[in-house]
C-alpha cells in the first residue's frame, strides 16, 4: 500500500495555487489560524437571555473586573496577580498602511456615500416576481406573443426560412454531439456553441440583404441606466450579455394607438411584497447613464441583447421566469440609457420610440421578448407606459441523445435530436431580419 | 479584509465609462485567495451557490442573516477539546444550515414597529429538524420561519405586538403576543421572554394550550403537560407545527438511523438499575419566567 507522504500545509497551498492555474510567483500566505476553544458568542451560537438583559446583567460584573473602579492593575506587572484588575490595553497599531491588513474605508467614508438609498439590478439579481416585478419597475405593459411587424416576417416565404432546417440541426448536432472528445459536451461548452452557430445561419442571409451587415456584436460591456418609480431610485448596472448593435434603429413597433391605449392600463402590485424585493441596495452609487459605447461608435443602436444560461449545475442557472425578468430589465435599461443620450435626461414621453429585443437561452428553451420604450416619465404610475412582448417557452428540441436510450436490450430512442420545431429558429431569424427587412 | 473585496467590486461599478488608464495588476475573478471558506462565500457576490459543506469549526459565528443555505461543519459529538461529549452522533448524510427566524415580530430596518404581513413563497423540508419550515417574504426582505401544520404557499400572514380587549380571532399561522389570544387556543414556537425569540413548542407536530390569562401574564400547557407562566406580551404562532405525521414514521432499518447520523449503542448488557421503567410521579410545579414581587408568588 503506498503512503502518501504527508504535505505540510505550504506545500499544500502551493499545490492547489498551481492546480488553478497561477504558477508564476506564488505567494502563500498563512490562512486563518486554526480555531482552538470555545465558539465565539454570536446570536447564532448563545442561547441566553435576549441583549437588553444581557446588558443589565453585565453591569453587575463583580467589582474586581471593573477597571475604572481600580486604579492598581497587574500592567506593570506583565503577569496576572490575584486580586488585581486586569488591565484594559488599547488595540495595538501597526504603524504603517499595511493593504493587505487595512480594514478599507466605512461606507459612510467614502466620497460617493449618500443617505438615500438605491437599488440596483445586476445579472445576478433573481426578482422573486419575476415579470410582474420587472413590469412594475420599467413601467411596462405586457402583451403576450410576438408583435405584429415580426409575424409578417415569419409569415412571409419570400426570406426563405424553410431552407435552414438542415442546417439548423447540423448546428444542433455540433454543439450538442460533436464538439467534444467525451461523451457529451457540458452546458457551457454547448451552448455558446449553439449560439454563434445560430448568428452564423442568420448572418448567411446578409448575401440577399446586404444592410444586415451593418451590424455588430459586442460582448462583456457595462450599461448604467438610472431611473424613478414613485420615490424609488433604481439602476441598472454591469455585465448583462451579449449586445447586437446595428448602424439604423429598429422602427416603432406598436402603433400611435396602442401607446395611447396603455394610459388605462393598471400596474400590478402584490401586497405585501414591495417591487424592490432581491435588488440590491446601496448607499454609495453614482447616478450614471451610460450606454457602454463612446460617442463616435458607428453601430450605436441597440439592437438584440442575448443572455446565456451556460451554467452547468441546475442552481446556477436562472429559471424561465427568472430570466425573462433579467432580459426585460436589460432590455429597458439600454432602452433607457440610449433614449437618455438621444434626447437629454429630461422625464418626457418619447416622439421616436425606441426599440430593443432581446432573446435568452439555455441552449434548449428559447425565450423572446421585444421591448419598446415610449417614455422616460417613470416617476407617476398613470400616464403612457412602455410595451414589450415576450413569447417564452419556445424549445428547439425535445431532447438530444448522446447515448441509445436502451431497455431490456431494445433500442427506446435512439441517438441524434429528437423533437426538433423549426419554428424556434424561424423566429430566432425573424427578430434578426427585424429592423432591416 | 472583507470590505476590501467589496470596495473594488463597487469601484469596478463606477468605472464603466472612464477613460483607459495603467490599472493596477488585476486580480483574476473570484475573491482574492487569501479570503478562505464563508467569507470568500460572501464576497463571491453575483451568481455564486453556497458549499454543500464546509470545514470552517466558525461556520455558526455569521452574524448577518442570510435566506441561502450554509455549510455546516460536522462535530460527531466532539468538543474543542476533540473528546467525545456526547455519545452516539457521527457520520450522516451532509446538511446545510437554513438560517431560520425564530423571532416572528422582527421588524424590518426601517419599518415602523406596527403589525404587518407576510406572504409564504414556498414550504419545504428542513434536515436540521423534524419541522418543515416555510420561506415568507414581507417588504423587502425574505426569511425562513417554521410552518404551521396547514401552511401553502400564496398564504398570507400576520404579524402583530398588538393587544386589545378583545380577544382576536387568530389563522393559523399568524403570530400574535399571547394577551391577544382567545383562551384555549393551540399555539407553537413559544417564547420565553418578550424579544427573546421562540424556544419552546418547535418539533413537529406538537402544540401547547393557552390555559388561562392572569393579570399581566399568560398560562401555557407545553407538550409535556407541564405548565409555563410568561408575560401576555410573549409572541406565539397559532396551530401545530407542521410535519404532523413525524411521530407515526417507522425508520425500518439500522442504515435509516446512520443516514440521520446516529450511532449505534454499545451492545455490552447492563444490569438496569433504579433510573429503568415507567415512572409515575405528580407533574413538576408550574415554571414561572415571570419576576413576580414576592408578596404575589405565581400559583
Known amino acids: ?437 | 479584509m472583507a470590505a476590501l473585496g467589496l470596495c473594488r467590486a463597487f469601484g469596478a461599478l463606477l468605472l464603466s465609462a472612464a477613460p483607459r488608464r495603467a490599472r493596477p495588476p488585476v486580480l483574476p475573478p473570484g475573491p482574492p485567495p487569501w479570503l478562505s471558506g464563508p467569507v470568500a462565500a460572501a464576497c463571491r457576490g453575483l451568481g455564486g451557490s453556497a458549499p454543500r459543506c464546509t470545514t470552517d469549526p466558525l461556520w455558526k459565528c455569521r452574524v448577518k442573516y442570510t435566506v441561502r443555505p450554509i455549510g455546516m461543519k460536522k462535530t460527531g459529538g466532539r468538543d474543542h477539546t476533540g473528546r467525545i461529549r456526547v455519545r452516539g452522533i457521527g457520520g450522516g448524510h451532509k446538511r446545510r444550515y437554513r438560517m431560520i427566524d425564530f423571532q416572528r415580530l422582527r421588524y424590518e430596518e426601517g419599518a415602523p414597529p406596527e403589525p404587518f404581513t407576510e406572504k409564504v413563497i414556498k414550504v419545504r423540508y428542513d434536515p436540521c429538524r423534524s419541522a418543515d419550515i416555510a420561506l415568507v417574504a414581507g417588504g423587502n426582505r425574505k426569511r425562513w420561519i417554521v410552518a404551521t401544520e396547514n401552511m401553502q404557499p400564496g398564504d398570507i400572514i400576520k404579524n402583530s405586538s398588538h393587544i386589545g380587549r378583545m380577544a382576536v380571532s387568530a389563522n393559523e399561522g399568524d403570530a400574535y403576543p399571547l394577551g391577544a389570544l382567545p383562551v384555549g387556543t393551540l399555539i407553537c414556537n413559544l417564547e420565553s421572554h418578550p424579544g427573546k425569540g421562540a424556544q419552546y413548542i418547535r418539533a413537529a407536530g406538537t402544540c401547547g394550550v393557552l390555559l388561562r390569562k392572569v393579570n399581566g401574564t399568560a398560562i401555557v400547557q407545553l407538550p409535556s403537560k407541564r405548565h409555563m407562566q410568561v408575560l401576555e406580551t410573549c409572541v406565539a404562532t397559532v396551530g401545530r407545527v407542521s410535519n404532523v405525521d413525524h411521530n407515526k414514521r417507522v425508520i425500518g432499518k439500522a442504515g435509516r438511523n446512520r443516514w440521520l447520523g446516529k450511532r449505534p449503542h454499545t451492545g455490552l448488557w447492563h444490569r438496569k438499575g433504579g433510573w429503568a421503567g415507567r415512572k409515575i410521579k405528580p407533574l413538576p410545579p408550574m415554571k414561572s419566567y415571570v419576576n413576580l414581587p414576592r408578596v404575589r408568588a405565581a400559583e
Open chain 1, 1 to 437: 500500500m503506498a503512503v502518501a507522504m504527508a504535505a505540510g500545509p505550504v506545500a499544500l497551498r502551493r499545490a492547489g495555487a498551481a492546480a488553478r492555474g497561477l504558477t508564476r510567483g506564488i505567494l502563500t500566505r498563512a490562512g486563518r489560524p486554526r480555531h482552538r476553544g470555545p465558539l465565539p458568542r454570536t446570536p447564532w451560537t448563545t442561547r441566553g437571555p435576549p441583549p437588553e438583559v444581557l446588558a443589565r446583567v453585565v453591569e453587575r460584573r463583580p467589582v474586581r473586573k471593573q477597571v475604572e473602579l481600580d486604579t492598581i492593575t497587574c500592567a506593570g506587572r506583565l503577569h496576572h496577580i490575584p486580586g488585581l484588575a486586569w488591565p484594559r490595553f488599547p488595540p495595538w497599531d501597526r504603524g504603517w498602511h499595511d493593504p493587505w491588513h487595512s480594514p478599507g474605508p466605512r461606507y459612510e467614508e467614502m466620497p460617493l456615500y449618500k443617505e438615500r438609498g438605491c437599488y440596483i439590478c445586476h445579472q445576478g439579481v433573481r426578482m422573486l416576481e419575476g415579470v410582474r416585478q420587472a413590469q412594475w419597475l420599467t413601467k411596462t405593459k405586457l402583451v403576450e406573443g410576438l408583435p405584429l411587424s415580426v409575424q409578417s416576417i415569419l409569415d412571409n416565404p419570400a426570406h426563405g426560412l424553410q431552407e435552414h432546417e438542415e442546417r439548423v440541426k447540423d448546428a444542433i448536432s455540433h454543439a450538442r454531439f460533436w464538439d467534444t472528445r467525451e461523451v457529451a459536451p457540458k452546458r457551457e461548452r454547448f451552448c455558446p456553441v449553439l449560439f454563434e452557430d445560430l448568428i452564423h445561419l442568420c448572418r448567411l442571409m446578409s448575401r440577399k440583404y446586404p444592410a444586415l451587415s451593418k451590424r455588430m456584436l459586442a460582448r462583456n460591456y457595462r450599461i448604467a441606466a438610472t431611473w424613478e418609480r414613485e420615490s424609488v431610485l433604481l439602476q441598472v448596472r454591469g455585465l448583462n450579455g451579449i449586445l447586437m448593435n446595428s448602424m439604423a434603429p429598429i422602427p416603432p413597433v406598436a402603433s400611435k394607438e396602442e401607446i395611447l391605449a396603455t394610459k388605462e392600463h393598471v400596474l400590478e402590485t402584490f401586497h405585501p411584497i414591495l417591487p424592490t424585493i432581491d435588488l440590491q441596495e446601496v448607499n454609495v452609487y453614482k447616478e450614471l447613464n451610460d450606454t457602454g459605447f463612446r460617442d463616435g461608435y458607428p453601430y450605436s443602436h441597440p439592437h438584440t441583447l442575448f443572455f446565456l444560461e451556460s451554467a452547468i449545475i441546475c442552481p446556477d442557472r436562472f429559471r424561465p421566469e427568472q430570466l425573462r425578468a433579467k432580459m426585460l430589465m436589460f432590455a429597458f435599461g439600454n432602452a433607457l440609457a440610449k433614449a437618455k443620450a438621444l434626447y437629454g435626461n429630461d422625464p418626457k414621453v418619447l416622439e421616436q420610440p425606441i426599440v430593443v429585443q432581446s432573446i435568452g437561452t439555455d441552449g434548449q428553451l428559447f425565450q423572446f421578448m421585444v421591448f419598446q420604450l415610449n417614455t422616460t416619465d417613470l416617476v407617476s404610475n398613470d400616464g403612457i407606459k412602455n410595451l414589450v412582448w415576450i413569447d417564452s417557452d419556445q424549445k428547439l428540441y425535445e431532447t438530444a441523445q448522446c447515448v441509445p436510450k436502451i431497455k431490456k436490450r431494445v433500442v427506446v430512442k435512439p441517438v441524434g435530436i429528437h423533437g426538433f420545431q423549426p419554428d424556434t429558429f424561424k423566429k430566432f431569424l425573424a427578430l434578426y431580419l427585424h429592423g432591416t427587412v
